[in-house]
């Protein structure tokens, strides 16, 4: 699929292998407030992790499903702290090896397994996971499809988390275009969200708008974080120079000024009927 396919190349470029070096491993941006303002982007990655594992209703015996789990911290995180079972999956093969290597050296390699493949087309049996997320990822599968393939594979009962950026009151036509031609992303609004969880057979539980502890932080979070790490991701390509450093500026400016931030819970249906029409 051309969507599947680009975002395979993107995490699989240069720009995917510098996230983890900014984000402290993880593959997803940051929460701050008042009372956090001087916090790095990795230390701001970490937090969101930690308000999403709190969330998991999961734990010893159980299994969840990370759907684009980047290069695996996170879904690590959550397998040490609640003592599941996890299976990652991510379209990027780099991130895939890399994940698997990382279990490794953390000695999770009984807890966890990182697997190459989409999640749309998930190989897993239905009605295997007792719960899931979608972290900072389901704009790049395509929210109808995506939330199905899911919802197959949960258990009825199970929570759903999710972290997505949906699109504003003035988010320009421009901008949709620019992230459809260049990543194959595709956001959805806020009150999109109650049907499409509907339709995949499941019921939203809870959604929380945080946007102000977002977007307005992770431009400067970013150029603070380049400056601390800009021999590290000189070292990966030593080509990486301003002029790849102000491409990542205008990128995080352009998304700040035209997407929200929500974080999401959702619980399958004891039915899932819709999933499985």
């Known amino acids: 699929m051309e969507a599947e396919a680009r975002a395979a190349e993107v995490y699989d470029s240069l720009d995917?292998?510098?996230g983890p070096i900014l984000f402290g491993g993880h593959m997803h941006w940051g929460y701050w407030d008042a009372a956090h303002a001087d916090a790095s982007f990795a230390a701001a990655a970490e937090r969101l992790a930690q308000m999403m594992i709190e969330k998991a209703e999961i734990g010893p015996g159980?299994?969840?499903?990370?759907?684009?789990?980047?290069?695996?911290r996170s879904g690590m995180l959550l397998a040490k702290e609640k003592g599941c079972d996890l299976n990652?999956?991510?379209?990027?093969?780099?991130?895939?090896?890399?994940?698997?290597?990382?279990?490794?050296?953390?000695?999770?390699?009984?807890?966890?397994?990182?697997v190459h493949?989409?999640?749309?087309?998930?190989?897993?049996?239905?009605r295997s996971y007792g719960g899931g997320w979608f972290f900072e990822s389901i704009f790049h599968m395509g929210h109808e499809r995506a939330l199905r393939e899911a919802s197959r594979v949960l258990k009825p009962g199970a929570l759903l988390l999710l972290t997505d950026l949906p699109l504003l009151d003035h988010t320009s036509e421009q901008f949709k275009e620019y992230s459809r031609e260049r990543f194959k992303c595709n956001y959805v609004t806020?009150?999109?969200?109650?049907?499409?969880?509907?339709?995949?057979?499941?019921?939203?539980?809870?959604?929380?708008?945080?946007?102000?502890?977002?977007?307005p932080w992770i431009v400067p979070k970013l150029k603070e974080a380049f400056e601390v790490h800009r021999r590290e991701v000189r070292a990966i390509d030593a080509d990486a120079g301003e002029v790849f450093?102000?491409?990542?500026?205008?990128?995080?400016?352009?998304m700040s000024e035209n997407l929200g931030y929500i974080m999401l819970t959702a619980r399958k249906s004891a039915a899932g009927a819709h999933a499985s029409a």
């Open 88 to 114: 990652g999956i991510t379209i990027s093969k780099v991130q895939q090896l890399e994940a698997s290597r990382l279990a490794q050296a953390d000695g999770l390699q009984d807890k966890v397994r990182f």
């Open 190 to 215: 806020k009150e999109a969200w109650p049907a499409l969880l509907h339709d995949a057979g499941m019921e939203l539980v809870e959604m929380t708008d945080i946007t102000e502890n977002v977007m």
């Open 62 to 72: 159980k299994k969840f499903i990370d759907l684009g789990c980047g290069f695996g």
């Open 117 to 126: 493949g989409s999640a749309l087309e998930l190989p897993f049996e239905d």
């Open 16 to 18: 995917g292998q510098v």
């Open 245 to 254: 450093i102000a491409r990542w500026i205008k990128l995080f400016q352009y």
